[in-house]
C-alpha cells in the first residue's frame, strides 16, 4: 500500500493540464474559481476511477466475446512482457504491486481509485492556493501577464 501511495503522490504533484487549468483559473480569477476547479477536476477522475473499476466488468457480464477477445489480447501481452523480462537484465528491486490477488478486484480497484483521487485533490488544491495567493502581485507586475501566457501557450504546445 505504501507503493501505491507513493506512486500517486508523484503522479498527482507532478503538474500536467489540470494543473495548468486550475492554476490559470486561480491566477486570472481568484482562489474560489482555482478550488472550484479542483473539485471538478476530482469529481472527474472519481468517475474515471469508478468507471474504469466497474466498466470492463459489466462489458463481460453481457458480451463473452469481449471477455475472449480481451483475454486473448491480455495473455499476448503477457506473453510479450515475458519475452521482454527474459531479454532485460535483472532489475535491483521488485516493482510494487497494487493489488492483492485474493482480494475481490472490484473493491482495491475503488478504493485504490479513491484514495488517488483524494491524494490528487490535496495537491490540486496546494497548486490552486499557491496561485491564487500569487495572483495579486502578479495583477500588479506589469508585463507580467504577457509572460505568463506566452510560457502556458509554450508548455500547451509541447
Known sequence: MSAFLIASFILAVTPGPGVLYMGTRSLTQGRGFGLAS?????????????????GLAAVFAVSALAFTVVKSLGAVYLVYLGVQAIRAPRPDGQSPQFMNAGAPAIVQSLTLGSIFVAIAAVTDTAYALAAGALAPALARARGVRAAIGLGVYTVART
Do not use: F, K
Open 38 to 54: 479542483v473539485a471538478g477536476v476530482a469529481l472527474g477522475n472519481l468517475g474515471n476511477a469508478v468507471g474504469a473499476s466497474i
